[in-house]
């Protein structure tokens, strides 16, 4: 997250959250060399979602100071749900603990 705007005292508060989380984690590696996903069109649109029609909302948004999921992957998992994405500006991964998370919240709402 955007450690910028936080004093050391928060950072080691959130850093105990995250502790229990850690112990959960995501091969990124693998996932990588797993993408693009191959049940995809030649647009990149998934093959079990009917063109414009999803059976449920979707949302597809991403950070623009995200250095985990790039711009480029929140593109590619819109373009395969056939959803337009979301780039809220200056929000990082966790944006639940940045500075913009009601503008953030606002665009879910």
Known sequence: FDH???NDEQLREYMTHFQR???VTIDLKDMNAKL???TADDEGCS???KKGVLQYPALVLGGSKD????????EE?????????VM???AAHDV????CWTRVAETIE
Do not use: C, G
Not at 67 to 74: F, K, L
Not at 77 to 85: H, I
Not at 96 to 99: D, V
């Open 4 to 6: 910028d705007h936080y």
């Open 21 to 23: 989380d850690s112990k």
């Open 36 to 38: 693009p996903i191959l």
């Open 47 to 49: 093959v079990f979602v």
């Open 67 to 74: 250095y985990i999921v790039s711009t480029d992957a929140v």
């Open 77 to 85: 998992t819109a373009r395969f749900y056939d959803v337009d994405s």
């Open 88 to 90: 809220v500006q200056d």
């Open 96 to 99: 639940m603990l940045a500075e």
